[in-house]
């Protein structure tokens, strides 16, 4: 791929990126409203969106136990999306508490990712470098 494609593929992944990005800073947002007693309707006047999309972004909070913490894959999107400093966020990574996929319980056949994981797909996703990549792996042990 010349460097104009690898241009414009790097400028698609990165506005992938801010959408996610966008979707945690919604789903946080929501939650602090709704923390203040705000209705749906409320909520989304407040953020300028409709019921329907304050309702959604609700169920995702309520889904993930309304634990809106930043695992990896955020941290990493986060720093792709708007290139910041690549050092500040190898620091965060190294510093978080990893934990490794296993297998699903009997009778479930398949493999349940962990934490870990989402540095796997990050690299794959070429968010990461291969050396930044050696290098969490070399600090976590890995």
């Known amino acids: 791929m010349n460097a104009e494609l690898r241009s414009l593929h790097r400028g698609a992944l990165q506005r992938r990126a801010r959408q996610r990005v966008d979707l945690f800073d919604d789903m946080r947002a929501v939650k602090i409203a709704r923390g203040h007693g705000l209705a749906q309707r409320e909520i989304a006047d407040l ?8 309702h959604r972004l609700l169920k995702a909070v309520e ?3 309304g634990d809106l913490t930043p ?3 955020e941290l990493i999107m986060r720093a792709f999306a708007y290139d910041s400093p ?10 978080y508490p990893y ?3 296993k297998n699903a319980p009997s009778p ?6 962990g934490t870990w ?7 794959a996703q070429e968010m990461l ?3 930044e990549f050696d290098e969490l792996k070399n600090a976590v042990g890995r």
Do not use: H
């Open 129 to 131: 470098s291969r050396e």
């Open 71 to 73: 695992d990896p894959a």
């Open 86 to 95: 690549r050092g500040a966020l190898l620091n965060q990574l190294k510093a």
């Open 63 to 65: 889904r993930r136990g």
């Open 47 to 54: 953020l300028v969106t409709s019921q329907d999309i304050v």
């Open 99 to 101: 934990d490794f996929g």
């Open 117 to 123: 994981d989402q540095i796997v797909v990050a690299f």
């Open 108 to 113: 479930y056949e398949g493999r349940l990712p």
